[in-house]
């Protein structure tokens, strides 16, 4: 058996099962941190229900307001781009739905290949142009830590090879499918213990504010 076929082998068997294994107590971890927080209590008599206010401020604060697009509109549009890109190649793509089904159960009809190809390519050119910001951009520069840049390369390395061993313009074919799954799991270990935890967490505050307010009976 070559190199590449081990190295193929290795990473689609025992690291995945570390891997999944590390996300899956680790974000148990720390959704179970964030629970147990709890909240104060508060004793004011309440002007609304806080799930409908929570709900809504789930769907109003995905997409941004005027007031932030006209700040920000590079942040807004070009993160838009490379989230909605990621997440096509993430959940549509055939072989990645049939992971999902393997590992839960259950999956959902995948897109045409094509299509998740182009998404993939927008999403390179996106996650370039957002490091060139970054890097370019005087107050990013200055407030970016080493963990924004982890995250980012490592995001940007699991789509890169996928669009690599797509187009199989790695040789051997076993060595380029080999690094997209590792890049893939590298990525579901450091989830749990980086910003990218906010995949699960940014709802959860979004309807924890929204319910705050409403319940004072404030639109947020």
């Given amino acids: 058996m070559s190199g590449s076929m081990e190295?193929?082998?290795?990473?689609?068997?025992?690291?995945?099962?570390?891997a999944l294994a590390i996300f899956a107590?680790?974000?148990?971890?720390?959704?179970?941190?964030?629970?147990?927080?709890?909240?104060?209590?508060?004793?004011?008599?309440?002007?609304?229900r806080?799930?409908?206010a929570g709900l809504r401020t789930m769907l109003t604060r995905t997409v941004a307001d005027p007031g932030t697009f006209k700040?920000?509109?590079?942040?807004?549009?070009?993160?838009?781009?490379?989230?909605?890109?990621?997440?096509?190649?993430?959940?549509f793509f055939v072989p990645h739905v049939e992971l999902i089904q393997?590992?839960?159960?259950?999956?959902w009809p995948a897109l045409p290949n094509p299509l998740v190809d182009f998404a993939t390519a927008v999403t390179i050119l996106a996650l370039i142009a957002t490091l060139v910001h970054r890097l370019t951009h005087p107050v990013?520069?200055?407030i970016s830590t080493v963990e924004d840049?982890?995250?980012?390369?490592?995001?940007?390395?699991?789509?890169?090879?996928?669009?690599?061993?797509?187009?199989?313009?790695?040789?051997?074919?076993?060595?380029?499918l080999g690094m997209h799954i590792l890049s893939a799991e590298i990525l579901l270990i450091i989830l749990p213990f980086t910003k990218l935890?906010?995949?699960f967490t940014a709802f959860i505050a979004r309807w924890y504010n929204g319910a705050a307010f409403g319940r004072k009976g404030v639109q947020s």
């Avoid at 107590?25 to 609304?48: D, Q, S, T």
């Avoid at 993160?79 to 990621?86: D, E, K, S």
């Fill in 71 to 91: 700040r920000a509109p590079f942040n807004v549009v070009v993160g838009w781009i490379w989230h909605i890109g990621f997440l096509t190649a993430l959940l």
């Fill in 140 to 142: 990013k520069r200055h």
């Fill in 149 to 176: 840049y982890l995250v980012w390369a490592v995001v940007f390395m699991v789509v890169l090879t996928g669009y690599l061993a797509y187009h199989r313009l790695v040789e051997p074919y076993p060595l380029a």
């Fill in 102 to 107: 393997g590992v839960l159960g259950f999956a």
């Fill in 197 to 199: 935890t906010h995949i």
């Fill in 25 to 48: 107590i680790g974000l148990l971890a720390r959704l179970v941190e964030i629970f147990m927080l709890g909240r104060a209590p508060n004793y004011a008599e309440p002007r609304a």
């Fill in 50 to 52: 806080e799930w409908p």
């Fill in 7 to 18: 190295f193929l082998l290795w990473t689609k068997g025992p690291v995945f099962d570390v």
